[in-house]
């Protein structure tokens, strides 16, 4: 037996802080902690099932990726916008988002191409389901799509830079897809966004790609206003 040409494949196990790490991301982004909410280490800890020192270790990470901010003397709290920042955010994800089109639909291949066909069938399933389990899917498949779109134009610095921007507003579109439970005018924009992908027009795709992400941003800040009017009107 030859031991030296021989491969061993080994499955990484996650670390508890990993586990951690990722678990909590994702019930920041599905609402479970909401904008502005502090994380009182004791009470996630509980809600996670584990000790505090994972925790300690996932939390700078998600301030990293600004998912959360550390206050001095206070603590970790979910990040919060307002309205004006979140138009901020969507004008430079719209900025990176353009530019990382124009190079990825001229170097996409036919791998890259059945991707795209392959999610955007999973999202139209998901889209049409109305629990809470099915909406977490579709906006897992959400990140996926528009990583695949971008991914051809191999340019990690801009996709980091995009990333980060995504990860600031992730929370409040989550927020907002489920206050309407309204997923038809997305997926729509999707379906175009991956058929001008697929054909290969970039002016299509680049106006789709621009479009897409200020419906999204005008979507969030009417599904935002809505909630404020009904909070003062509730609190007349």
């Not at 030296?4 to 019930?27: G, M, Q």
């Not at 000790?51 to 990470?61: D, H, K, N």
């Not at 498949?141 to 695949?148: E, Q, S």
């Not at 439970?181 to 058929?195: I, K, T, V």
């Amino acid at each position: 037996m030859n031991t030296h040409s021989e491969r061993l494949d080994i499955v990484a196990t996650p670390t508890l802080p990993e586990i951690v790490y990722r678990e909590l991301r994702k019930a920041i982004l599905n609402g479970m902690f909401i904008p502005g909410q502090m994380l009182r280490q004791d009470d996630v800890a509980a809600k996670l099932g584990v000790s505090r020192s994972p925790l300690r270790e996932a939390l700078p990470r998600l301030e990293a990726e600004g998912i959360v901010v550390l206050h001095p003397r206070r603590g970790y709290a979910v990040a919060a916008l307002d309205p004006k920042e979140i138009a901020e955010v969507f004008d430079l994800r719209s900025l990176v988002e353009v530019e990382l089109a124009r190079r990825s639909i001229a170097r996409r291949t036919e791998a890259d191409i059945a991707s795209i066909y392959s999610i955007v069938t999973e999202m139209k399933a998901l889209a049409t389901e109305e629990s809470a389990e099915a909406l977490s899917q579709w906006f897992e498949l959400n990140k996926k799509f528009h990583d695949a779109l971008l991914a051809p134009a191999d340019c990690p610095h801009h996709l980091k830079a995009l990333q980060h921007s995504r990860n600031l507003i992730e929370a409040y579109i989550r927020t907002e897809a489920r206050l309407t439970g309204d997923l038809r005018e997305a997926q729509e924009e999707h379906s175009q966004l991956a058929q001008a992908f697929v054909v290969g027009d970039s002016e299509r795709f680049l106006e789709l790609t621009k479009q897409h992400s200020e419906h999204t941003r005008d979507r969030l800040l009417t599904g935002l206003n809505r909630t404020e009017g009904l909070s003062a009107a509730g609190n007349a």
